[in-house]
C-alpha cells in the first residue's frame, strides 16, 4: 500500500527477515506514520463495570477493525487497527511451535525460540490483515454492516478473503505470484510450502468456535461443521494451486443435496447426501466426492475414534484437493484464454487493494 513512487516505503523490503524490516522502521521512525493501534474494552452496553463472559465475547466482542486513512506529508496510507481483548488474549494463549520442515526457521528455533514463535505469531497476523483488508477494501464488507451478510454470502465472502489472504501473504514475504500453471522453482516452491507452515502456528479460532458451540443446536453444529470443511477445502485448494503457479482470484465451495436426520441409526444426528461442487475462476469442477462431516470436536468421542475421523477427513480434503487441482490445470494448459483472464483478473484484483 505504501511502496509506490513517492511513497514511504520500497518493495525490495518485502524479501528481508522480520528484524531487518524493524529495524528500517525504527530507523526512519515509520510505526507512527504508518501503523495506530488501540485496544478495545469488552464491556455490556454502556456499562463499564459488567465485562461480558466468553461466550458472549465469542460471538459480539470478537473482531476488530481496521481504518485506512490517506495521509500526506509524506504521502501515504496509514492503517489504525482497533483490537478486542477477546482477539489480543486468545491469540496469545493460543500461539504455539508450528511443525515446518522450514530449514532456516529450525535453526531459528535452536537459537532463539522465543524469536522464532515471535515470527510464526507475525506470519499469522499478516495473513490475518490480509483477510480483513480483502473484505474492507475489495468486498466493501466492514464492522457496521457484516452482520448483514450472513449464509451463503458469508461463505464465499470468506472464501474470496482467505484467497486474497494467501496471495497477500506471500507478496508480504517478497514472493512472486504467478498464473499460468508454470511451476516455479523448486526453491520458490518450498519456501511457499514454509509460509503457509508456519502460518500454522495458532488455536485462536478454534478456541471462539468451541465457546460459541456451547450455545449452538446440533443442528447448528452440524452447520457449523460443514462451513468449516467448505472452508478448509477452499483454503487448501488456493495454496496447493499457488504452489503450481496457478494462482486463482475466484474459488468457493458448494454442497449438492441436503441435511438429513439419522432416524435408523444408533448415532442419530445429522447427514449431508450431497457431493463437493468447486468454483475456480469461474469454471465448475464436479468432484463426485461426499464431503466428511463426522464430528471430529466431540470431546466425548473415544481417543481412537476421534484420531479416524480427523485422518478420514484429512484424506477426503487431500483427494478433493487432487480432483479440483487436477482438473484445473488441465483446462489451463489447454485454453490460452483462460491463462489471459487468470493474469487479468490478478492484475485486476492487486490493483484495486492498492487504489
Partial sequence: MNSDKGQLCSKSWLALSDDEIAEIFKKRELDSKLVSYQLSKAMIGDDTS???????????????KFQFHHRNKPNRIHVTYFNTEAFRDWSLEGLYMPKTSSVSFAELKKIDNKTALAMAGTNYLVKNFGHNTAHKKFQLINELNFHAFGGDARYESDFTADNIANIMLLRAYGLNITVKGREPSVETQQKIRDLFAINRCNRLFVERAERRQEQQSELGSFQERMWHFKRQLANQLSVA???????????????????????????????????????????????????????????????????????????????????????????????????????????????????
Wanted: hydrophobic content about 35%.
Fill in 50 to 64: 459488567r465485562i461480558p463472559d466468553d461466550m458472549e465475547k465469542a460471538e459480539h466482542d470478537f473482531y476488530g
Fill in 241 to 355: 494451486l499457488v504452489i503450481e503457479g496457478a494462482a486463482v482470484s475466484d474459488i468457493a465451495v458448494y454442497f449438492t443435496g441436503r441435511i438429513r436426520t439419522r432416524t435408523e441409526d444408533k448415532r442419530g444426528g445429522h447427514y449431508h447426501d450431497g457431493k463437493v461442487v468447486v468454483r475456480v475462476n469461474g469454471i465448475y469442477i464436479e468432484t463426485g466426492l461426499a464431503p466428511y462431516l463426522e464430528d471430529h470436536r466431540n470431546k466425548q468421542t473415544a481417543a481412537e475414534r476421534l484420531k479416524a475421523i480427523n485422518e478420514r477427513r484429512t484424506q477426503r480434503l487431500d483427494d478433493i484437493v487432487t480432483f479440483c487441482k487436477t482438473a484445473y490445470l488441465k483446462e489451463l494448459k489447454a485454453h490460452s484464454w483462460l491463462r489471459e483472464y487468470a493474469q487479468s483478473t490478478l492484475n485486476a484484483l492487486e490493483h484495486r487493494l492498492q487504489a
